[in-house]
């Protein structure tokens, strides 16, 4: 018998995985790094929400939810909103692509469909809405797309079996070692997601106030403050005081004496073009990503509150592939440095 365990959403959906299931014939040996069970002519089915990192990320996930989630639940309004984003249709045809090598029902997949949650502050008045930045930020075209593809959407792939760009919330999601499996260059599918691109509904929300906390301050940033954006902004003001605990408890500035946002790599000011500019087509240093404390993963989801950042392209690239939070790579540094004539 499989067990399973179910991961509660704020939003209301339950996300179910089950642990793989370990069994023997005189034919089949099952794989439980893999959550794949071969026999002697072909490899059969995956069942996608069996796959160890899957329960992996939802596992921590509900511990998230548990311990900084409660936070920004707290300080959100978190009600579910409906959007035309993985709509019935979307996720029939992604299935249909998919079917041949993964053993999940249909309906199964439909159930896995999660729902966003508003990320307004908790008791607004007016709409529900988790795109407060356009309103806010209309007057910086670019930081309105940035804070859409750096939250919201996971990045771009060549669509063999990731997507080129969905949202993060898609239903079916891979791990990396699962895509390799599937992966064949004489067919593009483009029917799920990276798994360490994906997200749930509070980590995204939580995540969407971070990041337009940093964005409102920096330095030439100038809000839209209306009635709708009045109290949000009151919202930025105390959660940048909870930020800023948070890291300088560890060792890690996010603003600067004057208040301001900056990397907290390289410590220099962010300026308005640093982020309201294409830099796509001719890419500087000081040009702004999304940083992650925690780097992308297969065991647990990186898109969450309390684990991004405002980072130069420079700045980036100096932490790679190492935790932010950790000193590992600030010691490469300095061994790069003491090696220098």
């Avoid at 593809?149 to 969905?166: A, E, L, M």
Wanted: aromatic share 8%; net charge negative.
């Amino acid at each position: 018998m499989s067990a399973n365990t179910t991961y509660p959403s704020i939003s209301g959906t339950a996300i179910v995985a089950t642990e793989p299931d370990i069994a023997s014939t005189d034919t089949a040996i099952v794989s439980t790094d893999t959550a794949i069970v071969a026999t002697e002519t072909a490899i059969t089915k995956i069942n996608i929400y069996s796959d160890p990192d899957y329960i992996s990320c939802y596992n921590h996930a509900q511990h998230w939810e548990n311990t900084d989630g409660e936070y920004y639940r707290q300080v959100l309004c978190c009600k579910p909103i409906q959007t035309r984003q993985n709509s019935e249709k979307t996720v029939v045809a992604a299935f249909h692509k998919i079917t041949s090598f993964i053993e999940n029902s249909l309906e199964e997949i439909i159930a896995h469909v999660q729902t966003p949650i508003c990320s307004l502050h908790v008791g607004h008045t007016g709409k529900c809405s988790q795109n407060i930045h356009a309103q806010l930020f209309s007057g910086f075209t670019s930081v309105s797309t940035k804070v859409d593809t750096s939250i919201y959407s996971t990045p771009g792939n060549d669509d063999y079996v990731y997507k080129n760009r969905s949202n993060r919330l898609f239903p079916i999601q891979l791990s990396d070692q699962t895509e390799k499996i599937i992966r064949d260059k004489q067919t593009k599918l483009s029917c799920a997601i990276p798994l360490k691109d994906s997200s749930t509904p509070l980590m995204m929300a939580s995540a969407h106030l971070d990041y337009n906390t940093y964005i409102y301050n920096v330095r030439g940033v100038i809000p839209v403050i209306d009635e709708n954006t009045k109290e949000y902004t009151l919202l930025m003001k105390r959660h940048k005081e909870w930020l800023s605990k948070r890291f300088n408890n560890i060792g890690r500035r996010l603003f600067n004496s004057e208040g301001y946002s900056i990397c907290p790599v390289m410590g220099n000011e962010i300026a308005v073009d640093d982020i309201n500019r294409d830099s796509r087509t001719s890419p500087r240093p000081n040009d702004i990503q999304l940083g992650h404390c925690v780097p992308r993963s297969n065991n647990e989801f990186t898109i969450r509150g309390g684990n991004i950042c405002l980072m130069t392209r420079d700045g980036n690239r100096f932490v790679g592939d190492e935790n932010f939070c950790e000193n590992i790579w600030v010691e490469k540094m300095k061994i790069a440095i003491s090696n220098q004539i």
